[in-house]
Nanobody, 118 residues
Framework: QVQLVESGGGLVQAGGSLKLSCAAS????????MGWYRQAPGKQRELVAT???????NSADSMKGRFTISRDNAKPAVYLQMNSLKPEDTAVYYC????????????WGQGTQVTVSS
């Protein structure tokens, strides 16, 4: 089992910034991918960005240039720096951990609310 604890969400005005953090604990394998997904009310959960333990990143086109994902393998933790926030970025942001090792596993955090006011 892997436990993911998110922090850093909140209320911010349009154009502002927030930084989300996600700390992983438990049976964390050294080879993994961690990332962020979000879900707005009435919408499906969507990819924000992911980053592998080797540093390879993947992100949604709509967020490139505004959001930056990073990680600290030593902790381990993943971060999401969000700049130039827009009201449409309002959503619950979920941390994700997955690995293909030992048959594969996939875990989610409890989510953190990000609200961007206009």
């Amino acid at each position: 089992q892997v436990q993911l604890v998110e922090s850093g969400g909140g209320l911010v005005q349009a154009g502002g910034s927030l930084k989300l953090s996600c700390a992983a604990s438990g049976s964390v394998h050294s080879v993994n991918t961690m990332g962020w997904y979000r879900q707005a009310p009435g919408k499906q959960r969507e990819l924000v960005a992911t980053i592998s333990s080797s540093g390879t990143t993947n992100s949604a086109d709509s967020m490139k240039g505004r959001f930056t994902i990073s990680r600290d393998n030593a902790k381990p933790a993943v971060y999401l720096q969000m700049n130039s926030l827009k009201p449409e970025d309002t959503a619950v942001y979920y941390c994700n951990y997955r690995t293909v090792l030992l048959g594969g596993s996939n875990f989610w955090g409890q989510g953190t609310q990000v609200t961007v006011s206009s």
